[in-house]
């Protein structure tokens, strides 16, 4: 199964941990989406909290993500990245 499948599988539960958080927008990065067969840490998700949000906050989120692809992912958050590497963002897909 390539990854954007397993997300796709998956994307109910994802939009709901999301909104447990109160994570307003969730992307897969451009680097994920080739739909390359699964080495660790290949699926990369940007998220962007609605309002003010907690370290621990972040890493909930993704360990439950962790369980329910059964991947170890990445996670960051939209506003982290560098301004000059932003512009790519629109090069994501949007899963909330």
Known sequence: MNIMDLID????????????????KVKV???????????????KLLISFNGENTLYDLLSFKKEINDILKRNIDVSTIESIHPDLRKHINETIEIL
Do not use: H, P, Q, R
């Open 29 to 43: 990065s451009a680097l994920t989406k080739k739909g390359k067969k699964f080495k660790d840490k290949d699926i």
């Open 9 to 24: 599988k998956n994307k109910k539960n994802i939009i709901k941990v999301a909104k447990k958080y109160n994570i307003e």
